[in-house]
T-cell receptor
Framework: GAVVSQHPSWVICKSGTSVKIECRSLDFQATTMFWYRQFPKQSLMLMAT?????????EQGVEKDKFLINHASLTLSTLTVTSAHPEDSSFYIC??????????????FGPGTRLTVL | AQSVTQLGSHVSVSEGALVLLRCNYS??????LFWYVQYPNQGLQLLLKYTTGATLVKGINGFEAEFKKSETSFHLTKPSAHMSDAAEYLCAVSAYPGGATNKLIFGTGTLLAVQP
C-alpha cells in the first residue's frame, strides 16, 4: 500500500512551452501533497505544499506564476511548469501525506519526473 | 534554520562489510530525523525515523541509526552489506516538531555501491 505515482516519468520539451506533471496517490487519500525539485548533486528542495481544495503554499524564491499547482482531489495534484526554459530542467518529485491509518502523517514519495527543456 | 550534511557523496563497501553512512544536522528546535532510500526509477522509501524516546532506531532491511544530540549526528549503519543495498540514501530533518507532517530538509544524498 501507500503508492504514489507520477506521470510522465520523463519529458523533453522546447523552450517556451508548458509542461504538466501529475502526482497520484493510488491506494490512499492525501489532503496534502508536496512538490520537490532536485538539481544534480544538490539536495531535494521543497518547492510548494499543495492542499486539497485550497491554494498551494510556495517556498521562498519559488515563482507561483511559473509553477502552477492544482490539488483538485484527495488523490491528484498537478504541477504545471509554464513557459519552461532550460534552467527549469530538473528532477521533480512529489510526495503525499496519508490522511488516516497507521501511516498517518507520513510522506510517501513518487518516483519523480525528469524534465529536460531544450 | 535547519540543515543536513551528508559526508561522502559516494561510499563503496564490499558485500558483507559494515555500512556506515554519515549524517549531521543543524536544528534550532528538537529535530525529527529520517533516512530514506531511493532505488533507480523509484520513489523515496522511508528506512527509519527518530522522533522521541530511544536514540537507537531500527529500520527496515537491517538498517539502524543512532541519534546523538551532543554530536548532532544521525549516522546510518548496517552490520553486513548486501548487493541489494546499492542505492541512494538521503538523510532528512523535519523543520518543525510536527515530524513528517511538515517540511523535510534533505541532505545531498550518498550513493552506496556494494562490491561483490
Amino acid at each position: 500500500g501507500a503508492v504514489v505515482s507520477q506521470h510522465p516519468s520523463w519529458v523533453i520539451c522546447k523552450s517556451g512551452t508548458s509542461v504538466k506533471i501529475e502526482c497520484r496517490s493510488l491506494d490512499f487519500q492525501a489532503t496534502t501533497m508536496f512538490w520537490y525539485r532536485q538539481f544534480p548533486k544538490q539536495s531535494l528542495m521543497l518547492m510548494a505544499t499543495s492542499n486539497e481544495g485550497s491554494k498551494a503554499t510556495y517556498e521562498q524564491g519559488v515563482e507561483k506564476d511559473k509553477f502552477l499547482i492544482n490539488h483538485a482531489s484527495l488523490t491528484l495534484s498537478t504541477l504545471t511548469v509554464t513557459s519552461a526554459h532550460p534552467e527549469d530542467s530538473s528532477f521533480y518529485i512529489c510526495s503525499a501525506r496519508a490522511l488516516r491509518g497507521s501511516s498517518y502523517n507520513e510522506q510517501f514519495f513518487g518516483p519523480g519526473t525528469r524534465l529536460t527543456v531544450l | 534554520a535547519q540543515s543536513v550534511t551528508q559526508l561522502g557523496s559516494h561510499v563503496s563497501v564490499s558485500e558483507g562489510a559494515l555500512v556506515l553512512l554519515r549524517c549531521n544536522y543543524s536544528s534550532s528546535v528538537p529535530p525529527y530525523l529520517f533516512w530514506y532510500v531511493q532505488y533507480p526509477n523509484q520513489g523515496l522509501q522511508l528506512l527509519l525515523k527518530y522522533t522521541t524516546g530511544a536514540t537507537l532506531v531500527k529500520g527496515i532491511n537491517g538498517f539502524e541509526a543512532e541519534f546523538k544530540k551532543s554530536e548532532t549526528s544521525f549516522h546510518l549503519t548496517k552490520p553486513s552489506a548486501h548487493m541489494s543495498d546499492a542505492a541512494e540514501y538521503l538523510c532528512a530533518v523535519s523543520a518543525y516538531p510536527g515530524g513528517a507532517t511538515n517540511k523535510l530538509i534533505f541532505g545531498t544524498g550518498t550513493l552506496l555501491a556494494v562490491q561483490p
